[in-house]
């Protein structure tokens, strides 16, 4: 198996929370409507045709399990990756990563994550590896790609639908799963989200009807009724006191507070709300800071990132406008391509970059332009640790005929992947790479998953274990990468173990 350098929470059953992260929204319990009718009480015309009785028999349809973004002609992943593993085994596992991965370990996570792969083993298990991978990518506030594998999906049960209608109400397409609810209301996520869509839909009256047989039947808490009577009739509570913030927090709940003139702030509240504050309708310095935090899990294009921090010129100082202001002024210099302003403006910018933890957003966007400047000294330096956390690594390792600083010889061996036979440094976590890329084949406690063909998993905990690493547990570190390796993701081991050594993650 081969993948390129660059690629890109457990699910609940049928019987639990229609959503495994605390600030979805549930669902009611009621049972999904059948998807297709009953082949004997179909009603056929008489024919004429020869051959006698005709049998009907409905079309499978596929499994939503096998619903991906990335075709194993774009991955180079085997199709049956997670075709031996029990779901509920996958779910789990999916449930532990959290979104201050490595970059390296976060692109081979979504690339699994988006990947089209035949289903897991075992009957029953429905949607559940699908509910885990759209809740994981939520929880990395990648909402669009949740988005757009429920879409592939559909609207198959409850648990799906109630998921779509959340990262509809992130992203502002609340209207279209609106609509799918419309089509099929046994599959609304909660009788809340009915009324919400009866009155996005002008129905205020229809609206009103639900609400109060809601409250009669006791189906909706006491503050979420006060939030939709707010909603409804706005006009009836002019001078009252605002409602005080939810103790939990639900994306329907986070659009009603906005709808009534009463935004909520996204700082504190999970990744994924964070694409509220990139509209313009938020002020520039909130879109900088939610952009900022998507970008650094991997959520939102670099690029995008940059366009926000050029857009306009700051107005203050301190804090966040200092690391706009160098940015620009690198940026600036980058355009002209002046060495002097460059080999000037770098330092400082770096130093900005490296204080709000977005080291790696950096070298993804100026890799490229600084590849081939004749830049010397502190601007050097920094130049050639930029290549090493870019897709450029191998390149800049090659290209280097400056003498090397402390620990860059190994750097540059990890990226051309020339370890030597010794090293002698006493960084443990130069050490645990170095026996990682010694090894010639996985760990012991890897190695059965792999020969029984539950590669999936393995991947799975070779990630957990690279991450264990960065945390400081060596140990871990070295099985991980060497696990990787032996799969055949060099790529992605040589781009893990420079982040770990760069980043300085530890602990």
Known sequence: MALGASGLAPAACEEAPLSAIDWLSQGLGAPPASALPDPESVSLPRTDLPGGKIEVTPIAQPSPEAVGLLPVSVTGLPRDLWAR??????????ADFRPDMLPAARRLLFVLLLAELDPPAGEGHETRLLLARVDALLRFGAVEQAQALLMRAGPRNRALVSRMFDAALLTGAEDVACAEIAAAPALAPGLAARVFCLARAGDVAAADLLLAAGRALGELSVYEDALLARFLHPEAFEGLPPLAPPETMTPLIFRLFEAIGEPLPTANLPLAYAHADLRPVAGWRAQIEAAERLARAGALPANRLLGLWTERRPAA????????????????????RDLGRIEASLPPAWAQMRRAGLEPVFAEIYALPLE??????????????????????ERYARARTSPPEAGDALLAAIATGEMPDTISSPDPFATAVFKAFRARQAPARLEGLIRSGRLGEALLRALQLVEAGADGDTAALADGLATLRAVGLEGAARRAALEVLILERRG
């Open 317 to 336: 100082s301190g804090g966040i406008w200092d690391r706009v202001a160098a940015l620009q002024v690198f940026d600036a210099a980058v355009t002209d």
């Open 372 to 393: 081939h400047l004749p830049l010397s000294g502190e601007a050097e330096q920094i130049r050639f640790t930029l290549g090493m956390l870019s897709d450029r690594y």
């Open 85 to 94: 593993s029990d779901a509920g085994d996958l779910a789990r596992r999916l």
